[in-house]
């Protein structure tokens, strides 16, 4: 490595966020051991409301930042003052976004243009406009700045680089299959477990949202778009000019009449007269066999990409599936008839966190 300090500005402190200044402090540390490593200098901190920067870019404390930055009273920071700020760092400067925010992943190809490198967890600029997509790329290929977006897709399995490697390495990639959604894997493991019965489906929403593994209302989760974005990044990844995450058949788990009830609460309060639409699904396909899946899948030759229910054998891996884990199967030239099969848990912060400090390491070593 050839720069001797490198400039980190991290974006969002929640789950994710706190999890990644955690590891940082760790490589910075292991860094410091290792005299042709560069020094690792976080230099701004901030989430929707506080920042915490230092003007001569000396480098903040990594102990304590996520209180530090709650008692911060600098005057927060517009997004074009941000990259203002980075672009004048005397060295490189790596953005690391922790956020879910549309604004600032309209921002990146900006960002990207004045020469800093973008790590993220955050789905919003890769499974936006194809027009986003060619400009965060485009930028990054004019300027020489990198960017890595690992997490979104899978937390911190390994799913992005291994679609990378297949495709760079000249494999011709046929489909790709899985289970993209810990809150849907945890839904229908329970719901239709493979050795039979499970639970009211109203019940298993119920249980899923008392257990944390829900959005606050159950039906950002439902409406199958989160896995609709990571499936427009895939497809991409694949070769797939895909316009938009709605741009492609997603099925929705939302009953037409409680999709404009005011609140999660009495959406749950409600789910239980829809039972029966879902106990139909279940005992059919109880009839072959099978059970009953929430899927996202691509046919790259055939350039179909969907999301939504679908009847698997109880021997078949994406039916066998525990707990909230992911599982994403990628089919292949070389890998013939046998899938290659990425599995393990697909959320949470610690493994969402070691995919972006993965891909800052990345990033460190191609500066
Ligand atoms: N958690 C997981 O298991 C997981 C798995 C895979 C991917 N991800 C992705 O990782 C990212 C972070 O997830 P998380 O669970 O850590 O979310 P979170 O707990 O909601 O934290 C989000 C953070 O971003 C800040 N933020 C939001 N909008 C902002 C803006 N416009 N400017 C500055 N800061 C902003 C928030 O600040 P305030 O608190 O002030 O609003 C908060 O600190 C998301 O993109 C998510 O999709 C998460």
């Known amino acids: 490595m050839a720069v001797k300090e490198v400039y980190i500005a991290v974006i969002g402190a929640g789950g994710v966020g706190k999890a990644f200044l955690s590891q940082l402090e760790s490589l910075s540390t292991r860094l410091s051991r290792t005299p042709s490593s560069p020094k690792l200098s976080l230099i701004l901190l901030s989430s929707s409301k506080k ?90 290929s004019t300027s020489g700045a990198k960017v890595y977006h690992e997490s979104s897709v899978g937390a911190g399995l390994p799913v992005i680089s291994t679609l990378k490697e297949l495709v760079d390495t000249g494999d011709e990639v046929t489909r790709i299959e899985g289970v993209f959604s810990g809150t849907m894997s945890f839904l229908f493991n329970s719901f239709a477990p493979t050795e039979g019965s499970g639970g009211k489906w109203s019940a298993e929403v119920k249980k899923a949202k008392e257990l944390g593994y829900t959005e606050p209302d159950p039906r950002d989760d439902l409406n199958g778009l989160d896995v609709a974005r990571k499936l427009t990044i895939l497809a991409r990844l694949a070769g797939l000019e895909v316009a938009s995450p709605t741009s492609f058949p997603v099925q929705s788990l939302i009953p037409k009449e409680l999709e404009s009830v005011s609140s999660g609460d009495e959406f749950i309060e409600n789910l239980p007269k829809f039972d029966s639409q879902m106990e139909e699904t279940k005992a059919a396909a109880e009839k072959e066999g099978k059970v009953v899946r929430f899927v996202g899948s691509i046919d790259v030759g055939k350039k179909e990409v969907k999301v939504g229910l679908e009847k698997f054998d109880r021997s078949h891996p994406i039916a066998s599936l525990k707990g909230s884990d992911n599982i994403i199967s990628f089919y292949t030239k070389r890998y013939g008839t046998n899938p290659l099969i990425i599995q393990g848990a697909g959320a949470g912060g610690e493994v969402t966190a070691m995919g972006v400090t993965g891909d800052l390491i990345k990033v460190l070593e191609r500066l």
Not at 72 to 79: D, G, I, R, T, Y
Not at 98 to 103: A, G, H
């Open 51 to 140: 920042v915490l920067y230092t003007h001569k870019y000396t480098a903040l404390s990594l102990g304590n930042t996520a209180s530090s930055l709650a008692q911060s009273a600098q005057e927060p920071l517009s997004l074009p003052q941000i990259i203002e700020y980075l672009a004048a760092a005397p060295s490189k400067a790596v953005l690391v976004d922790n956020t879910s925010s549309q604004d600032v992943a309209n921002q990146y190809p900006a960002f990207l243009a004045k020469g800093i490198s973008i790590v993220t967890p955050n789905k919003k600029a890769f499974s936006g406009t194809f027009k986003l997509w060619q400009e965060i790329f485009g930028a990054a």
